[in-house]
């Protein structure tokens, strides 16, 4: 996915060039002192820190250059910027910073020259924390061990130090022109990253050591960059609601416009934020399991020999399989499900309760350990030897899955008074999010019956707003008040919560009238 | 010198304990952030930054102590604080400080209780550096040979950790309690402590690294102290007005009362500052050198064994000779000096132009090679088995100091358009400058003839600054606005300067109707 940087840049980098005025003895102010002046006129700020390390190198810098200097400043919190990097006005070495999208499963690192801010490179690779623990929870546990901590911490930089280093290699840089790192992750994966205890925050009353950061030296991390690099990581609501939302918020620009938007982030969890420029409210909920990865023994993320697309014919009961790379299929991911999920409803192969059929499946059904089973592609044809099936429980999973995420967005809108078919505008973020046919995902009844173009899919946008905090000055003040602007909705699972859940384990609910392109669909 | 906190006191000091509202579901903010809103609220800023070292142990730390927790707070800019160091809130631990007066020649520390206020334990040694050389001129030029400017810091810093480990055993602490350092010390010496480049500092314009210093780390800096110590050095006005003089200025309070007062204060250099609550003239000048030590092969530092103070019988041309610890005669420090110079005038042992003359002077009169000697101490009864000299060369210099001194006061209060009998109070700074016997310094017309009670004697004034700094909330903001508001008055020594120098030549001056209470002396 290539972003367009220039679709979403405001005001200028955080790369500035000054020539200073000479000193003489009617300006006999200090080098240090001279150069904070300087900068803080350009960039309307009250104030410039710079560190000892960068004091120490500034007056023969000053000398060699004429006083004409590139500065790398950051600004950590509002009118308050950091210099970070500083050579001599002619330099050719580039200044970069890393985004990172630090997901509980994958992680997404996008280099980005700071000065032009174009991305110069991108790769994403599995969180390596994955061996410990799939999720969240396994993860946190295992902090209690002894150095548990530091183990989990020193998994994730040291594969973020060689991944770094290929990405700077191919980009014939050194990881010495690294200077800046904006990190978006989950409250749990922030604090593994930072080394901050985790044990309290999946325990009641759910505290995290901390919802905002300083910003860090990436060497004291153990990150390998610049001599002076820092580490901006994106600030959490709560234990629930991470920095990753924040980056994607900021990203969409649904805070900024007066019309009422939502925004849902599908990954391991289901995210949900709902709102303006004048509010957000958010909540959370477990709707992601059976969507990604984890749903069965066929399922799997999306990678090469994946199911990612299927479409079956009414008429003739024939299956149109696509596979990411057009792969013989290993198997199926989250949206390779819901697509299939939609079909197999469309044809009759189950009914609204998501139950498999026997006679219109034909060939494909199969009762295997007394459970019922698709088979979706026979072992002759799959590229594992073996015949991928689908099972009655994981279609009940998925259902149960859809129902939960429908349930949330319904509790949420209906708590502000609205009804889902009001919302203008309805962002699907996550790299899985961006994947889901809609047409698929209302079919099952897992999103609102919406005019499809009101979906708009914003690809990896915590990877968007981490990259925004490297290219643009005031997305960090940008997240700060939206991290500030955000009420978080406790669901409260109630009666009242667990009939509407009811209602929507149907397919696709138990109200049809709030689907009609479905039953359009399903008369054709 | 005992100095009494209690009257320099205002506002609270910078230990802190708070007690949080515990967690709950309603209350779910994170740990750092919950400390974060306490103290932000009690200590009225708008902004604490908690380091990751401290967020790490802050969970546990605070389940541990029932969120009830002891904190040191700096407040390093206004309105926003740095938490330096975090124990429960029943710790026993002691939370110390040290101030340090950072002498080109001495260095005096002073080991704080920050809780209480009080001074625990203090020292001075000299600092090790005058092996390098005795002057700022020459360290500096030792900055410019590789690693010199290394071994100068190096020096230092190992000195202060030795006198420091001696000073916190004798009062049964470890280095680990101590916390927060404040630093005074003239802009070369804050350099070197610092490790910043002073190369250019000594050539025209003036430059030096910085005027203003971030707050550091200890341990950055090499200091040993408790984990999370910090640094803070008092900014310099420029290259000749160090941050010494600030902790001086800030030590007397003559910024903050509406009349005029003047500061001198004599070390090395004798720096001068005049002003008011609404504004603050500087000007510094080479006044020092004959005063303090360098004077002769005779002068020296105050230290056991040194004539400190000298009574002439003007009719029998007796010597009183004090000296400290009462022990033979070993030298004469520069209130020494002072006294004699008085004292040989009075008794018309030198004349008004500051030569010997041999009659007066009698027996003591000694011509050596072709140079007029007194004999102050003859060898019998000198401590080092020779006599013990005072040199015409001598007392031209001392002359020639005095004169540069009145000269500098003339100039800076003339150019306010004011007169020196107008001075409400004239403090002096500076250990030496505490020793002097106004009587004789207006005596042989070195500070001008006014009534005994205005003047002031501050003694270690940087120190007491430094020490203000540890214990009192507002001092660093308040050291901030007098660097602002000090105007630099750059000598031009031009013709008028060097008649009024030519004047000041004289003992007491040309113009005896400025000194009346000389003459009613000389007339006794």
Known sequence: ??????????????????????????????????????LQQELGMDQVHIGLDLSRRLPALLRQSHYAVRCLVFEDRPHHGVLIHLDAGDSPAAVTGLAVDLGTTRVVIRLVDLENRKTLAETSF???????????????????????????????????????????????????????????????????FAGLPAHWMIREPYIPAANRFPLMHAHALGLCAGGNARVWLFPNVGSYFGGDLIAGLLFSGLHQRSETALLVDVGT?????LGNSDWLMACAGAAGPALEGGMSRMGTTAAPGVIDRVRIDAQTGHFELHTIGELPPVGICGSGVIDLAAQLFLSGMIDIRGKLQAGPCGERFAIKNDLAHLILVSREQSGTGRDLCISQVDLDSLVRSKAAMYTILETLTGTMGMDLADLETFYVAGTFGSLIDPVSAITIGMIPDLPLERFQSLGNSSLG?????????????????????ITYLELNVNQDFMNRFSAAKFIPHTHKGRFPSVNLLKQS
Chains 1, 2 share one sequence.
């Open 126 to 192: 599995d969180n390596p924390q994955v061996n410990v623990g799939p999720d969240v929870l396994a993860r946190i546990h295992h902090t209690d061990r002894p150095s548990g901590l530091e183990d989990l911490q020193g998994q994730i930089i040291d594969a973020l130090n060689a991944q770094l280093e290929a990405l700077c290699g191919a980009c014939s840089l050194s990881t010495d022109n690294v200077h800046l790192f904006s990190v978006a992750g989950n409250t749990a994966m922030s604090h593994l």
């Open 269 to 273: 969890n289901a995210e949900v934020v």
């Open 1 to 38: 996915m290539a972003l367009d940087l220039d679709d979403h840049r405001d005001g200028s980098g955080w790369v500035v060039r000054v020539s200073l005025p000479e000193p003489s003895l009617k300006d006999n102010t200090a080098d240090a002192d001279r150069l904070c002046r300087c």
């Open 465 to 485: 707003g981490a990259t925004k905090v490297l290219t643009e000055r005031g997305a960090v003040s940008e997240a700060a008040r939206v991290r500030e602007k």
